[in-house]
């Protein structure tokens, strides 16, 4: 079975700084796009970050663009988000699964979110 579980979140003041895992199995990791996305309160889910498998390449939503960094450990399986200078509008529960660009939007390509892991920045 494709796993995708995200974890790291915490409570951090504003200007802060996190780092979210995405653990993977059930698949070869390296075929696949990952990325993140997040879904805070009343509102819809979006892409915020996605890093190809085959070549490495990255791609960020305009709002985290020189704030979060997108990596992945081939040997561990595992995709990291490095989040620094949280900003109170981070606040969301960020999940990861597969991803794509399309016109600089991030969209899932699988519909498995798991449980997620909640980031909330206080101001």
């Known amino acids: 079975d494709v796993q995708l579980q995200a974890s790291g979140g915490g409570l951090v003041q504003a200007g802060g700084s996190l780092r979210l895992s995405c653990a993977a199995s059930?698949?070869?990791?390296?075929?696949?796009?990952i990325g993140w996305f997040r879904q805070a309160p009343g509102k819809e889910r979006k892409g915020v970050s996605c890093?190809?498998?085959?070549?490495?390449?990255?791609y960020y939503i305009d709002s985290v663009k020189g704030r979060f960094t997108i990596s992945s450990d081939n040997a561990k399986n595992t995709v990291y988000l490095q989040m620094n200078s949280l900003k109170p509008e981070d606040t969301a529960v960020y999940y990861c699964?597969?991803?794509?660009?399309?016109?600089?939007?991030?969209?899932?390509?699988?519909?498995?979110w798991g449980q997620g892991t909640q980031v909330t920045v206080s101001s």
């Open positions: 890093i190809s498998g085959i070549n490495g390449n990255t």
């Open positions: 699964t597969f991803c794509t660009e399309v016109d600089g939007k991030v969209i899932a390509t699988y519909d498995n």
């Open positions: 059930g698949f070869t990791f390296g075929d696949y796009a």
